[in-house]
């Protein structure tokens, strides 16, 4: 009967005793601490590739979702943006106030040399000088 009975309780005694006396689970008895050994990750829970593939094909689904979310969110977003724009920062002009296209007709002169420089004025002064003011300088 004694057998039975230490058999039966010797683990839950074991532990009892380990957290009263404060001796660590994973320590040996000269302070090193042990490795508790388990089972590889890869073969605790097999998947076979059925699974893989619904799974992938569920991902691919919502990211389709979620695309198809936000695509809709900016359209909606630009409308919106569109539809409110502020009227100071965007000017449109009608077609009655819209200030006429100058269009130029070309000229005999304005294929030459001299044609360019047509509007040019040659008054380098700034001011209207009289004759009796002008002074000539000669380079010799």
């Given at each position: 009967m004694?057998?039975?009975v230490?058999?039966?309780?010797g683990?839950?005694?074991?532990?009892?005793s380990?957290?009263?006396s404060g001796?660590k689970?994973g320590?040996s008895?000269?302070?090193?601490?042990?490795?508790?050994?388990?089972?590889?990750c890869c073969?605790?829970?097999a998947?076979d590739?059925?699974w893989?593939?619904?799974y992938?094909?569920?991902?691919h689904?919502?990211?389709?979702?979620?695309?198809?979310m936000?695509s809709?969110?900016n359209?909606?977003?630009?409308?919106m943006?569109?539809?409110?724009?502020?009227?100071?920062r965007y000017?449109?002009v009608?077609v009655?106030?819209?200030?006429p296209?100058?269009?130029?007709?070309?000229?005999?002169n304005?294929?030459?040399?001299?044609?360019?420089?047509?509007g040019l004025s040659?008054n380098m002064?700034g001011?209207?000088a009289?004759?009796g003011?002008?002074?000539?300088?000669?380079?010799?």
């Amino acid at each position: 009967m004694d057998a039975i009975v230490k058999k039966s309780l010797g683990a839950p005694v074991r532990q009892l005793s380990s957290c009263v006396s404060g001796v660590k689970e994973g320590m040996s008895r000269k302070g090193k601490s042990t490795r508790r050994k388990s089972a590889p990750c890869c073969y605790s829970t097999a998947h076979d590739s059925s699974w893989v593939r619904t799974y992938q094909a569920e991902l691919h689904r919502e990211r389709k979702v979620r695309q198809v979310m936000l695509s809709q969110k900016n359209a909606e977003r630009t409308a919106m943006r569109s539809h409110y724009r502020s009227p100071h920062r965007y000017t449109k002009v009608s077609v009655c106030n819209r200030k006429p296209i100058n269009t130029k007709t070309p000229s005999k002169n304005d294929d030459s040399l001299f044609g360019a420089f047509q509007g040019l004025s040659l008054n380098m002064g700034g001011t209207q000088a009289s004759a009796g003011n002008y002074s000539v300088y000669y380079l010799i």
